[in-house]
């Protein structure tokens, strides 16, 4: 968005009251101009290999690093927060084997499509009151590092985990940012309130935290479960549990969270069918059916044969019997990602019959990591 060539001060204050009338729960402003200590830590962690299969976080190195990298006019970043704050404990669900857990943030409509929408509205209204202002709005699409300008704008820090807390709304918060051509006034950082606190850490179930504020991404079940494009790993798979889409265990132990509140937001609340959906019913989805039932939402990027993935090892992990024809059908699939995962699954749940079909699996299995699975069943 654009405007004319010599813009008029911004008056911030109307800024907070109009971000809060469009349903952000929190709003603070920071330059644009990013510590050099930020580059230094990307740089250390994309060295370490701790992105995984994540190519772009490389790719786009230089631009994440510095916001004037991706946009050299910009003088200041806005960024701004909703808050999703559950109505429960995300984590009852990962004590009911036969259900499939999904991550908080993906049980509604896509949230980039609800916060970008308002940050457009946000920018038409700053390029009103501030004629001559040009600006650029950002959600979670771009090469931005939200979380360390959340932390310089003083909207919260970003813990052990290496999420963002706040003392406010605890874990649950959604970011988005407004680049601007003009200097504005910066909010004062927030400091760490961590602590000796280690509940994230110690939460985790894959121990994806090397130390504190250091995060492995390949060992991460939020990472495997949606960005790994593979079979997962065996030596993950019985630490994931029934969870089909992220991880929420690190985020949800946090005790700022005795903090948070609801969040206000319609478009943002949990569907009630993907709170604890089953496990039989998730397994018998077709291609149509996956995409029909996560329309509108964040979990159909992943595609049905990643998605089935994950719903086989949470059968693997159930203990379930009655999953068993689920199982025997997925091992049938087009996708040798689904039939692997369901080749591992059977041999959870019914050794002994893994083991009798083991020979006729490999004799009619030509893909390499299914064949795997055939093997370690056949030994």
């Not at 654009?2 to 809060?20: D, E, F, H, Q, Y």
């Not at 004062?188 to 939460?203: F, I, K, N």
């Not at 509108?296 to 719903?311: M, S, T």
Request: hydrophobic share 45%; glycine share 8%.
């Amino acid at each position: 968005m654009t405007g004319s060539a010599n813009p008029k001060p911004v008056n911030l204050r109307a800024l907070k009251t109009r971000a809060r009338t469009l349903g952000f729960d929190a709003i603070g402003v920071t330059s644009a101009a990013a510590p050099a200590l930020w580059a230094e830590r990307l740089a250390l962690w994309l060295s370490q290999g701790r992105h995984g299969n994540m190519a772009w976080m490389a790719d786009t190195r230089a631009r994440r690093a510095d916001p004037r990298a991706l946009w050299s006019e910009a003088k200041s970043v806005i960024i701004l927060a909703v808050n999703y704050g559950p109505d429960e404990d995300p984590l009852g669900v990962t004590h009911e084997p036969d259900k499939g857990a999904i991550s908080v943030y993906a049980r509604h409509r896509d949230y980039h499509d609800v916060i970008k929408g308002r940050l457009k509205t946000l920018g038409s209204w700053l390029v009103a009151q501030a004629p001559g202002i040009e600006l650029k709005v950002f959600v979670d699409t771009a090469p931005v590092m939200e979380k360390p300008l959340a932390e310089a704008a003083g909207l919260g820090w970003q813990g052990k985990h290496t999420n963002l807390v706040s003392r406010e709304f605890g874990s649950w918060l959604f970011l988005g940012a407004i680049f601007v051509n003009i200097e504005l006034e910066a909010n004062a950082a927030e400091e760490d309130h961590c602590g000796s606190c280690r509940a994230c850490l110690d939460a985790c179930p894959t121990n994806a935290f090397p130390a504190p504020y250091q995060l492995d991404a390949r060992r991460c079940i939020s990472y495997l479960t949606i960005e790994h494009p593979g079979p997962i790993p065996r030596e993950f798979r019985a630490a994931i549990g029934n969870r089909i889409y992220g991880c929420d265990d690190c985020l949800a132990v946090c005790p700022w969270n005795k903090f948070a509140s609801l969040g206000r937001e319609a478009k943002l609340s949990a569907r009630d069918d993907l709170k604890r959906p089953a496990l039989a019913e998730l397994a018998a989805l077709d291609e149509a059916g996956f995409r029909a039932k996560f329309a509108g939402g964040g979990i159909k990027r992943i595609g049905h044969a990643r998605f089935l993935r994950n719903v086989m090892i949470a059968v693997g992990n159930s203990g379930e019997a009655a999953l068993l024809p689920a199982v025997r059908s997925a091992m049938e699939a087009t996708s040798p990602l689904v039939r692997g995962a369901a080749v591992w699954a059977l041999r959870r749940l019914a050794p002994e019959e893994a083991r009798v079909r083991a020979e006729a699996g490999l004799a009619g299995e030509r893909d390499e990591d299914v064949r795997g699975e055939w093997e370690v069943t056949k030994a």
